[in-house]
């Protein structure tokens, strides 16, 4: 696998709390579900050393939420929580298996060229077009870009090598510019904040760990929740 430390959204950074703040009141415990589950995913991967091993606890998620749809959740808190708050709002347990298969992208290529991290980058990042349904996100919220250049932009931070973190930071970039060069709705504006976030981080040199909860970063998240820019 090449990547290691792998943190998803980030659990329990200040900041994803400030943004988790703009989503809607009906939406937001779908949305903390969601990211759940890119946690339990992200764990998977930074605690499997065997590639063999992860694919096959990978195929277990794709196949759980599968079964979503036909089946009561098992008495998994990330299930049971997507079983609970997605569901009821339109969004099927299939709908999310594509996330996984982003994910195992890291476990199946021992090396990750363009077209892996594009590939990455597109299942990993389903997760906001996902989260848009359940927020009830506008049609014209860039929910594709914006997932991807998140997915990417957090990746390249915890790549071991060097030109492959290059290489996800360079596909993040026009991604992030194109989802946040338009105004995002007020349902959909919680998924902006998050790639606004996505953006900065692109901005600390490689290596160094973004100053979360930096002034102008806070800053840069009230403005986007006041205008959606």
Excluded: C
Excluded at 205 to 217: D, F, L, M, Q, S
């Amino acid at each position: 696998m090449g990547a290691t430390g792998m943190t998803g959204a980030s659990g329990g950074n200040p900041e994803r709390a400030l943004a988790l703040s703009y989503a809607p009141r009906a939406g937001r415990a779908a949305l903390e579900a969601l990211l759940a589950l890119d946690d339990a995913l992200a764990q998977l991967l930074r605690t499997t050393r065997e590639p063999a091993l992860g694919q096959l606890r990978l195929a277990w998620w794709r196949e759980a939420l599968a079964r979503l749809d036909s089946e009561a959740a098992p008495a998994e808190p990330v299930l049971q929580a997507l079983a609970r708050e997605m569901l009821p709002k339109g969004v099927r347990g299939a709908s999310l298996v594509p996330i996984v298969h982003g994910w195992e992208v890291l476990v199946e290529e021992e090396a990750l060229d363009r077209d892996a991290l594009r590939r990455f980058g597109e299942g990993r990042g389903g997760l906001f077009v996902v989260a848009g349904t359940a927020m009830g996100a506008a049609p014209s919220d860039p929910l594709a870009a914006a997932g991807q250049g998140w997915a990417l932009a957090d990746l390249a931070r915890h790549l071991r090598a060097p030109d492959e973190a290059a290489e996800a930071r360079d596909i993040a970039a026009p991604l992030l510019k194109e989802a946040l060069s338009r105004r995002w709705s007020r349902n959909g504006r919680v998924l902006g904040a998050f790639a606004h976030l996505a953006r900065l981080d692109l901005r600390v040199p490689a290596g160094e760990a973004p100053p979360v909860g930096a002034p102008h970063r806070v800053g840069r998240l009230f403005w986007h929740r006041l205008t959606g820019r």
